[in-house]
């Protein structure tokens, strides 16, 4: 109960009511305060703000008593494209309906932070930080899916991009492919962390940091309804509203400065442990487990001459421990094992098949995710004073985390831009106060691949005989990608304009 209202207190309804969708480096944010946002998120050893315990906790004892907030107006454009099924292609499975730059809506999103840093002594620190950590947002209006393409009876179209309306144009839907619900295909997931830290000097040019992390999530999805027959729990699919996790884990620092030209800095911070979002325990895999993977990064700060700096950062955020994340789909055993044990049950009730709960079906502690690998990112920033003025930039490479073979799912979740290019502005309006303003462009960057369930390598009979009738066919084989399937394009391009202040006192 205390772990809830310290969350509450901190501001979860201030940032959870304003939609949030960050989709960076993966879902992490490719910075946190303005500094960062400014230099592409190089600062693991630098301690220019109250907000250095996001990516470092050992660099408060160096930042001195500050306050710093800011707002971000984050503008993400994505997108899909869906091309028709090969000429030669047959049997079909799930083919989303042809179409060229389906647009997600909702481009406009705020994403406030604020940090406080205090010394405590001339040898420790202490503070505290609020920030949206990630997060995921689509919302596709419109477009159609096509079940069971060339199976006679079993055919339909669905409103949406997904199927999670209804059938269109009054067409039947005898296998109940069609979920009957919002047609509107999206997801939205958004992280808070809030973050207090203390931090230790051990000599003169050595310091250590430590922050508990005390998280929270908040999730929703619609348009997802037609997969609820192959869920392990079918009402907790989609369109059920929003749902709240909560959850901690800690983040550790160490910062030296070996030389006066030279800073270096490191920083662990540890998988958070979530609960589940019960509402959604059929969507994601291990009963709605969705745990906030491990990160670490390490920095180099170099001191150039007049007032200049280099920053240079490597990030690594480890999603493939996650399940929901980071597991692939197998269309071979997800349909063989799942799908077509369920349509089999339904249609011929219980007579043949199994519709009871199967490892292979989605929100099985084994069924499919997103399939995201691993992200490493590096970042460079550089920095001048002149004056009054302080003039940033920044630029960050790194790969996306979305495999060819995993565009399917991820037309909700298409995280695929690598590059970030940043610069920024300070203003010292007083010796205590000034005011910051950072732009970052993330460019577009296509990932095209195969929907392996478009076509696959069977008719109606050797389909309903699999597993069932002696003799049959093995199909185990017959779902995996092939040239006749229809190509799925995912990209997105990113925009973002932060204003903020830093006080010091």
């Given at each position: 109960?205390?772990?809830?209202?310290?969350?509450?207190?901190?501001?979860?309804?201030?940032?959870?009511?304003?939609?949030?969708?960050?989709?960076?480096?993966?879902?992490?944010?490719?910075?946190?305060?303005?500094?960062?946002?400014?230099?592409?998120?190089?600062?693991?050893?630098?301690?220019?703000?109250?907000?250095?315990?996001?990516?470092?906790?050992?660099?408060?004892?160096?930042?001195?008593?500050?306050?710093?907030?800011?707002?971000?107006?984050?503008?993400?454009?994505?997108?899909?494209?869906?091309?028709?099924?090969?000429?030669?292609?047959?049997?079909?499975?799930?083919?989303?309906?042809?179409?060229?730059?389906?647009?997600?809506?909702?481009?406009?999103?705020?994403?406030?932070?604020?940090?406080?840093?205090?010394?405590?002594?001339?040898?420790?620190?202490?503070?505290?930080?609020?920030?949206?950590?990630?997060?995921?947002?689509?919302?596709?209006?419109?477009?159609?899916?096509?079940?069971?393409?060339?199976?006679?009876?079993?055919?339909?179209?669905?409103?949406?991009?997904?199927?999670?309306?209804?059938?269109?144009?009054?067409?039947?839907?005898?296998?109940?492919?069609?979920?009957?619900?919002?047609?509107?295909?999206?997801?939205?997931?958004?992280?808070?962390?809030?973050?207090?830290?203390?931090?230790?000097?051990?000599?003169?040019?050595?310091?250590?940091?430590?922050?508990?992390?005390?998280?929270?999530?908040?999730?929703?999805?619609?348009?997802?309804?037609?997969?609820?027959?192959?869920?392990?729990?079918?009402?907790?699919?989609?369109?059920?509203?929003?749902?709240?996790?909560?959850?901690?884990?800690?983040?550790?620092?160490?910062?030296?400065?070996?030389?006066?030209?030279?800073?270096?800095?490191?920083?662990?911070?540890?998988?958070?442990?979530?609960?589940?979002?019960?509402?959604?325990?059929?969507?994601?895999?291990?009963?709605?487990?969705?745990?906030?993977?491990?990160?670490?990064?390490?920095?180099?700060?170099?001191?150039?001459?007049?007032?200049?700096?280099?920053?240079?950062?490597?990030?690594?955020?480890?999603?493939?421990?996650?399940?929901?994340?980071?597991?692939?789909?197998?269309?071979?055993?997800?349909?063989?094992?799942?799908?077509?044990?369920?349509?089999?049950?339904?249609?011929?009730?219980?007579?043949?098949?199994?519709?009871?709960?199967?490892?292979?079906?989605?929100?099985?502690?084994?069924?499919?995710?997103?399939?995201?690998?691993?992200?490493?990112?590096?970042?460079?920033?550089?920095q001048a004073v002149l004056g009054s003025f302080v003039f940033r930039a920044g630029y960050s490479r790194g790969r996306q985390p979305i495999p060819s073979?995993?565009?399917?799912?991820?037309?909700?979740?298409?995280?695929?831009?690598?590059?970030?290019?940043?610069?920024?502005?300070?203003?010292?309006?007083?010796?205590?106060?000034?005011?910051?303003?950072?732009?970052?462009?993330?460019?577009?960057?296509?990932?095209?691949?195969?929907?392996?369930?478009?076509?696959?390598?069977?008719?109606?009979?050797?389909?309903?005989?699999?597993?069932?009738?002696?003799?049959?066919?093995?199909?185990?084989?017959?779902?995996?990608?092939?040239?006749?399937?229809?190509?799925?394009?995912?990209?997105?391009?990113?925009?973002?304009?932060?204003?903020?202040?830093?006080?010091?006192?």
């Amino acid at each position: 109960m205390l772990f809830r209202r310290l969350l509450c207190a901190g501001g979860l309804l201030a940032v959870l009511s304003t939609p949030a969708a960050f989709a960076t480096n993966g879902y992490f944010a490719h910075g946190y305060s303005n500094t960062q946002r400014a230099m592409a998120g190089a600062a693991t050893a630098m301690a220019e703000d109250a907000m250095v315990v996001s990516v470092n906790p050992a660099n408060g004892v160096w930042a001195g008593n500050a306050i710093d907030g800011g707002l971000s107006l984050f503008a993400p454009i994505r997108d899909y494209t869906a091309t028709a099924r090969g000429e030669g292609a047959g049997a079909g499975i799930l083919t989303i309906a042809p179409i060229d730059g389906k647009r997600s809506q909702r481009q406009r999103f705020y994403i406030p932070g604020i940090g406080y840093n205090a010394l405590i002594d001339e040898r420790s620190a202490w503070g505290i930080a609020m920030y949206g950590n990630g997060g995921l947002n689509t919302v596709y209006a419109g477009n159609s899916a096509r079940f069971g393409d060339q199976l006679p009876g079993f055919q339909t179209e669905c409103d949406g991009t997904f199927g999670g309306g209804n059938p269109l144009d009054g067409a039947s839907d005898f296998a109940g492919f069609c979920g009957g619900g919002d047609p509107n295909a999206s997801v939205d997931l958004i992280q808070l962390f809030i973050v207090p830290h203390y931090s230790r000097k051990f000599g003169e040019r050595f310091s250590i940091g430590i922050a508990p992390i005390f998280a929270a999530q908040q999730f929703e999805s619609k348009g997802l309804k037609a997969f609820a027959q192959f869920s392990n729990a079918p009402d907790r699919v989609s369109d059920n509203g929003q749902d709240f996790s909560f959850g901690g884990g800690a983040r550790v620092g160490v910062f030296g400065l070996p030389f006066d030209w030279l800073a270096v800095g490191a920083s662990y911070q540890s998988r958070i442990y979530m609960q589940r979002f019960e509402k959604y325990e059929g969507l994601f895999a291990e009963r709605g487990d969705f745990d906030i993977p491990s990160n670490w990064n390490v920095g180099l700060a170099f001191q150039l001459p007049g007032k200049q700096r280099l920053a240079i950062d490597y990030q690594r955020m480890n999603f493939s421990e996650i399940a929901s994340v980071g597991r692939p789909l197998d269309p071979n055993r997800f349909v063989n094992e799942c799908a077509l044990p369920r349509l089999l049950a339904a249609q011929t009730g219980g007579l043949l098949g199994d519709g009871g709960a199967r490892p292979a079906c989605l929100g099985s502690g084994q069924g499919p995710g997103f399939g995201w690998r691993d992200v490493e990112v590096v970042k460079f920033g550089y920095q001048a004073v002149l004056g009054s003025f302080v003039f940033r930039a920044g630029y960050s490479r790194g790969r996306q985390p979305i495999p060819s073979s995993e565009v399917l799912f991820n037309i909700l979740a298409p995280a695929v831009p690598e590059e970030h290019y940043t610069a920024g502005l300070s203003f010292r309006v007083s010796p205590r106060l000034s005011l910051d303003l950072a732009v970052m462009h993330a460019r577009h960057n296509p990932v095209s691949g195969k929907n392996p369930l478009s076509n696959v390598d069977a008719n109606l009979l050797t389909l309903l005989g699999s597993g069932v009738l002696p003799g049959a066919v093995d199909t185990s084989e017959s779902f995996g990608s092939d040239a006749q399937d229809q190509d799925l394009i995912l990209d997105m391009r990113q925009y973002e304009l932060t204003v903020g202040f830093s006080y010091r006192f």
